[in-house]
T-cell receptor, first 111, second 117 residues
Framework: GQQVMQIPQYQHVQEGEDFTTYCNSSTTLSNIQWYKQRPGGHPVFLIQLVKSGEVKKQKRLTFQFGEAKKNSSLHITATQTTDVGTYFCAGFLNSGYALNFGKGTSLLVTP | DTGVSQDPRHKITKRGQNVTFRCDPISEHNRLYWYRQTLGQGPEFLTYFQNEAQLEKSRLLSDRFSAERPKGSFSTLEIQRTEQGDSAMYLC???????????????FGNGTRLTVT
């Protein structure tokens, strides 16, 4: 089963509101990746975090990796309708090659 | 377009039939992954190849599933004696290995949607 958990499962916001999705792992991750999947599309890589406590920004998106490397978050400031989609976190466990995905958070933005 | 390509895009089959899917990764990528995704779920890992070697296989994968990557280029995923529970989107992804210390992003194909009737 999936060892990476995400909350919330769904989020509906008005355009301009902020959005945050949280990712938690039962085990320490060597690194964590975030992907976005638009409706009807395939997952597209957004960013990778490697270091404990790392924070990275991409325009309105801010990604954080926890100090214990067991949790991560994605925060979107002032959402736009183009942000609609499902956001997945995915982690490599220290012992394996498999990239384990969470169930994702589906974001709906209404104008 | 030099991205990951998968064939076919859609496959409808009757329960009990065998099906085979093909994935052509990005040419210089040596890592290849197969995932399965159902509605409302994240991609579920099935198996991983580095070049032609199958290095990891999900414990959830029954023996009806088999994957190959001859010569380390394209890959095939075969499902024997399909069941209705096999209906899903099958995604292939590739990446370029740069050592265990760094894991490259996965580039996904558009997937093959399997419907078992």
């Amino acid at each position: 089963g999936q060892q990476v958990m995400q909350i919330p499962q769904y989020q509906h916001v008005q355009e301009g509101e902020d959005f945050t999705t949280y990712c938690n792992s039962s085990t320490t991750l060597s690194n964590i990746q975030w992907y976005k999947q638009r409706p009807g599309g395939h997952p597209v890589f957004l960013i990778q975090l490697v270091k404990s406590g790392e924070v990275k920004k991409q325009k309105r998106l801010t990604f954080q990796f926890g100090e214990a490397k067991k949790n991560s978050s994605l925060h979107i400031t002032a959402t736009q309708t183009t942000d609609v989609g499902t956001y997945f976190c995915a982690g490599f466990l220290n012992s394996g090659y498999a990239l384990n995905f969470g169930k994702g958070t589906s974001l709906l933005v209404t104008p | 377009d030099t991205g990951v390509s998968q064939d076919p895009r859609h496959k409808i089959t009757k329960r009990g039939q065998n099906v085979t899917f093909r994935c052509d990764p990005i040419s210089e990528h040596n890592r290849l992954y197969w995932y399965r995704q159902t509605l409302g779920q994240g991609p579920e890992f099935l198996t991983y190849f580095q070049n032609e070697a199958q290095l990891e296989k999900s414990r959830l994968l029954s023996d009806r599933f088999s994957a190959e990557r001859p010569k380390g280029s394209f890959s095939t995923l075969e499902i024997q004696r399909t069941e209705q529970g096999d209906s899903a989107m099958y995604l292939c992804a590739s990446s370029l290995a740069m050592g265990r210390a760094y894991n490259s992003p996965l580039h996904f194909g558009n997937g093959t949607r399997l419907t078992v009737t």
